[in-house]
């Protein structure tokens, strides 16, 4: 009897011990600086439990300090406290296995949604905080209900945002229909929001009518005449009335950073309520029916499945690349033609868009250090002028083609800024890249096409 007892002891014992994984905690800033001494708790289950005290100097991004190691039980966590800041995030912790958890930190706290878990989504905070990406500038403004809407409401959502206005009768109808489309197969963690071009008008109890009247559950924001103008300003949108805004839409990533940026009208087909047809005015209505620029719910959708990743996926390519012939900012015309049997990077551009500032310099100084392959820089929509401008600014000495109609985006199929194409030597397309280049991604790029 005794054996027996033994032995089932023996089989039980080991299964009382919880399983655990190793959490390992690093910190980086988007500059050097301290964190004081602050203790660490994870959320699991709605409860939370303290993991240990961090604290101490932490370097700048993409450098990055260890401040912890621990064996953690086993499970899926939902959120990091560090002293009284809270963020959502997920954190995956398997049986023997080291899970990564990075803090951006500044201002001895937490930045607003730089929590980072898991190895690509640490690689990814790392490019983040090093300034790889542009981060949304701090915002205030108030949506339909009240609340505020600002950084600390949209930390941890990736987050699609439009302009528009209520009185507008051309693009903004369109908008708020491709929004419709978005909310019915977005995922849990994107966030929707349309922020006014027109605060004197749209108040509160205005966009919460709106809202009402098309049947919206998202985000509708306002503000002061400043507010919202200074959150216009990263993407080139000035305060309109009536049907003369710049129709804009951008993604901006659960981390707070902008990865890409729409122009134009969406294409939403017959997918859009009566409420809102009645609405359009006849040249909204030409836009309807014509497919508004092209690009729409399911290039949206896509986008957000990527901007996730320390990269955008990139589209395959094979075909040919289209022909163009355009004028450049130094007066001249180029013609594909003329480029033949150079492999190229061609890149679609715009003042307007940020990510397009922050990787343009590097894939300048990259592609000119890259011997046997030529950089293509093709501006959608400005004037020479403004062009030249904006390169000069940025450090860029390179002549830009002016695609002054869109033609030509429209041609490679560029539906987003940035977006680049890799050329073959051959004329044939080798890959196109929607958003912002990820250093490491165009190195293997530039290297594909060199041996080919």
Not at 223 to 238: D, I
Request: with cysteine; glycine share 12%.
């Amino acid at each position: 009897m005794f054996a027996v007892v033994a032995v089932v002891v023996l089989w039980t014992v080991p299964r009382l011990v919880p399983a655990t994984g190793t959490l390992v905690v690093v910190a980086a800033g988007r500059s050097a600086t301290s964190l004081p001494s602050s203790e660490l708790s994870l959320s699991v289950g709605g409860s939370w439990s303290v993991v240990g005290s961090v604290g101490g100097n932490v370097p700048a991004a993409p450098d990055q300090r260890q401040l912890l190691e621990v064996a953690i039980a086993v499970g899926v966590y939902e959120g990091v406290r560090l002293g009284t800041q809270a963020e959502a995030v997920r954190i995956e912790v398997k049986s023997g296995q080291v899970t990564p958890l990075l803090l951006g930190i500044g201002s001895g706290g937490l930045l607003p949604g730089a929590v980072y878990a898991g190895n690509d989504d640490v690689n990814l905070g790392l490019g983040e905080l090093a300034g790889r990406f542009v981060a949304m500038a701090p915002f205030d403004l108030t949506d339909q209900a009240g609340r505020p809407f600002n950084l600390q409401a949209i930390a941890g959502k990736d987050v699609v945002v439009a302009a528009f206005h209520t009185t507008c009768h051309e693009t903004c109808p369109l908008y708020t229909a491709l929004m419709l489309q978005l909310s019915r197969h977005k995922a849990g963690t994107v966030m929707l929001a349309e922020v006014t071009t027109d605060p004197g008008t749209d108040t509160p109890a205005v966009l919460a009518a709106y809202a009402r009247q098309v049947g919206a559950d998202w985000t509708f924001a306002t503000g002061s005449e400043a507010q919202v103008a200074a959150f216009w300003k990263p993407f080139g949108v000035e305060l309109a009335t009536g049907d003369t805004h710049t129709s804009t839409l951008a993604l901006i990533d659960r981390h707070g950073y902008i990865r890409l940026v729409y122009r134009g009208a969406p294409k939403v087909g017959n997918d859009i309520p009566p409420s809102l047809v009645t609405t359009l005015s006849p040249q909204g209505l030409k836009q309807l029916a014509s497919g508004g620029d092209g690009w729409g719910a399911p290039d949206v959708l896509q986008a957000l499945s990527t901007i996730g990743r320390s990269e955008a996926s990139p589209e395959p390519g094979g075909r040919p690349a289209p022909a163009f012939e355009l004028r450049t900012t130094a007066g001249t015309t180029v013609r594909l033609a003329d480029l033949a049997g150079v492999p190229l990077v061609i890149n679609f551009w715009a003042t307007y868009c940020p990510p397009c500032r922050a990787e343009m310099p590097m894939l300048d100084q990259t592609v000119a250090a890259t011997a046997g392959v030529r950089l293509v820089l093709v501006n959608e929509g400005e004037s020479a002028e403004t062009a030249r401008a904006y390169l000069a600014a940025i450090g860029v000495h390179r002549v830009s083609l002016l695609d002054a109609d869109l033609g030509v985006g429209r041609a490679y199929g560029v539906t987003a800024y940035p977006t680049t194409v890799f050329v073959k030597a051959d004329g044939t397309i080798d890959r196109k890249q929607i958003g912002q280049l990820d250093p490491r991604v165009l190195a293997a790029e530039l290297s594909n096409l060199g041996s080919q």
